[in-house]
């Protein structure tokens, strides 16, 4: 197999969010924690939660394929507000536009395709919470046992 996969491709997506955006209490792999923690959220948050959507694949030649794998940023905030509050974005709005600015067009590895932003979205609102979704792909070349 080759040298980046969607598993190393998620974790560059969370090192690069708490490398670029110090304004994020947490960045973490997404495993349920929006529903299973609602409660606690609001500590935690501003916080982007990193899930991987699925690939699709393209088949090349022999054992060689084209993997595109797409993942969700989930944003979690406690406000809206575009404005900055003076350490760095403030809401939802302005977090959205830092988290694109940081991850579209950056690429994991030498072998890959850039990040490209697919959509953006409210996926929950609750509990004195917002969720945005927002959604990348990037795409490399795969070998599998022939």
Known sequence: MG???FIRTGQWIIE???KDIPALKAVEHFTGQIESGIEQMPLKSPAAFVAY?????????????????AFSVLL???SLKPEDTGQGPGGAYGLIKVILA???N?????DMEMLQPTGSQLVFQ????FVYGMDFKTGFDTTYQW
């Open 3 to 5: 040298g980046m996969d």
């Open 16 to 18: 690069r969010l708490k």
């Open 53 to 69: 959507r699925g690939s699709e694949y393209k088949w090349i030649d022999g054992p060689n394929y084209e993997e595109n794998p």
């Open 76 to 78: 979690v905030v406690r």
């Open 102 to 104: 940081s991850l579209t």
């Open 106 to 110: 950056s690429r994991p590895s030498v």
């Open 126 to 129: 609750g509990s004195g919470l």
